[in-house]
């Protein structure tokens, strides 16, 4: 029976963990992106009343601004795409 040797058996480790990395990466990245599509929903169906036409005056978006909603949509990019 061969013996694999230790730097064999750290570099076949090593792809299992970049692999398992990209797996957990890929599943939280649907997620979110199931998670943003629901919110978008929800505010379309609200700005639009559940009509097939939104009336825009209604300014959803615009108070949704003004709460934390921005800080907690975008997490760890927030200083990049909230707060500028």
């Not at 599943?27 to 629901?38: D, F, G, S, T």
């Amino acid at each position: 029976m061969n013996q694999m040797s230790s730097k064999n058996i750290f570099l076949e480790i090593k792809q299992v963990m970049l692999e398992a990395r990209n797996n957990v990466a890929s599943a939280v990245n649907a997620e979110l992106l199931k998670a943003y599509w629901q919110t978008g929903r929800i505010i379309v169906e609200d700005e639009q009343n559940h009509q097939d036409r939104a009336d825009y005056g209604k300014g959803l978006l615009k108070e949704l601004s003004k709460l934390d909603l921005p800080h907690f949509l975008c997490g760890r990019c927030r200083v990049r795409c909230c707060d500028g």
